[in-house]
């Protein structure tokens, strides 16, 4: 049975938003997306962090983690396996750019959890290289603010493409991320993940691995680098909270530039420990 979408506003039943609330009028807010395994929430604590964390740096108003936590409890109640989106707006408030002492406003969207994630993980994801670059800002790099037309941009053009996953550099050409996913490679024992400084979303996931990495047969480093490195990986793999890793099957770079993958060994290392995580 197909699970029937489900939403909360501030902990109550609700499916309408204020036309005047700054998550419609500006993107004012940030997000995050969790998965929900067996009616519980998966890394429930970095979540909150991060939702903490980006608040704090977009200068809004903070909510209680012990009120948020019983919303997405609430929300997860019974669920199964889902996925719980949780949104914190600026909330409702009048024309111009600058906030007033509002509080801010929560949305939870609980959905059916992704049918062919079982079956990319066994054939692993088909990527391209995505013409549509993100923008250079070290103000927001690394959160998950609710500004995603770059993502929309990209997402079309992995459809029209019939792929999977796309690659996607910054403006300067600097390997970032995927469109919904971290990115990691490996070359040997080392394995690499891009740098955020500049651009990107620091996802739960690609911190819970590089903090299982640390104790681990393989050296994990942030770098700086052009998706041509890529070409001499022996291995890559994407990540976020729902897939939770995943191995990369193949890369179109170009049409004259078809890169496939082989190995499995860091996805086989990483899948039980991504699978099972918790806080």
């Known amino acids: 049975m197909t699970q029937q979408t489900k939403y909360l506003v501030n902990g ?53 983690d012990t009120l948020l936590t019983s919303w997405v409890m609430q929300a997860a109640e019974g669920a199964g396996n ?8 600026a909330g409702e408030q009048g024309r111009g750019y600058l906030r007033a002492e509002t509080p ?14 079982a079956t990319l993980r066994e054939t692993g994801l088909s990527v391209v290289k995505s013409p549509v670059s993100l923008g250079i800002n070290p103000h927001l790099a ?12 990209i ?48 996802g739960v996931m690609r911190a819970h691995i590089m903090d299982v990495l640390k104790d681990s047969p393989y050296r994990c480093y942030e770098t700086a680098r052009y998706p041509q490195v890529l070409a001499g990986a022996d291995e890559v793999i994407m990540c976020n909270a729902l897939m939770p890793v995943m191995p990369v099957n193949d890369i179109r770079f170009d049409c004259d530039n078809h890169r496939y993958y082989t190995s499995r060994s860091l996805f086989m290392y990483l899948q039980p420990h991504c699978t099972a995580a918790s806080d």
Request: proline share 4%.
């Open 12 to 64: 109550v039943p609700c499916d309408t938003l204020a036309i005047a609330d700054r998550s419609v009028q500006f993107g004012d807010g940030c997000f995050t997306t969790m998965r929900i395994a067996d009616g519980k929430p998966v890394l429930l604590t970095r979540h909150l962090q991060r939702l903490h964390d980006t608040t704090v740096r977009l200068g809004l108003a903070d909510v209680d």
């Open 82 to 89: 889902a996925v719980l989106k949780v949104i914190i707006s």
């Open 104 to 117: 801010p406003v929560v949305i939870l969207i609980l959905s059916a959890y992704p049918d062919n994630y």
């Open 142 to 153: 690394g959160l998950k603010h609710l500004n995603r037309l770059e993502q929309v941009l």
């Open 155 to 202: 997402r079309q053009y992995v459809a029209q493409q019939q792929a999977d996953e796309a690659l996607v550099t910054n403006v300067s050409g600097i390997l970032t991320e995927g469109c919904s996913a971290n990115l990691f490679w490996r070359c040997g024992d080392e394995v690499f993940t891009p740098s955020l400084a500049n651009a990107g979303v620091a």
